[in-house]
């Protein structure tokens, strides 16, 4: 069974960093693209960053404070989060699909997590 968790959402201050983990189960993420999305509160969901399996990554919401990285022993996507301001909260997601960053819509999602930036 295909899985996808997130995991590393929370409480952070404003100018605070978090590390956001995507593990997945059942499948190699190294050979998908592996990208993140969030929703924030009475918002649509929104691209952050991805991934393709040669590597190659992408930024889109958020840019120059975000990292995507991808560890292949661990089977995770990471994304930190640096410089964290109140309007990055939301729930954050982590997506797999087989073909690359661009496609339409993501094959596989997690549950999401949610990461809360106040004081």
């Known amino acids: 069974q295909l899985q996808i968790v997130e995991s590393g959402g929370g409480l952070v201050q404003p100018g605070g960093s978090l590390r956001l983990s995507c593990t997945a189960s059942?499948?190699?993420?190294?050979?998908?693209?592996v990208g993140w999305f969030r929703q924030a509160p009475g918002k649509g969901r929104e691209g952050i960053s991805c991934i393709n399996s040669d590597g190659e990554t992408y930024e889109y919401a958020v840019k120059g404070r975000f990292t995507l990285s991808r560890d292949g022993a661990k089977n995770t996507v990471y994304l930190q989060m640096d410089s964290l301001k109140p309007e990055d909260t939301g729930v954050y997601y982590c997506a797999a699909d087989p073909v690359s960053c661009s496609v339409h819509m993501f094959e596989y999602w997690g549950q999401g997590t949610q990461v809360t930036v106040s004081s």
């Open positions: 059942g499948f190699t993420l190294g050979t998908y693209a």
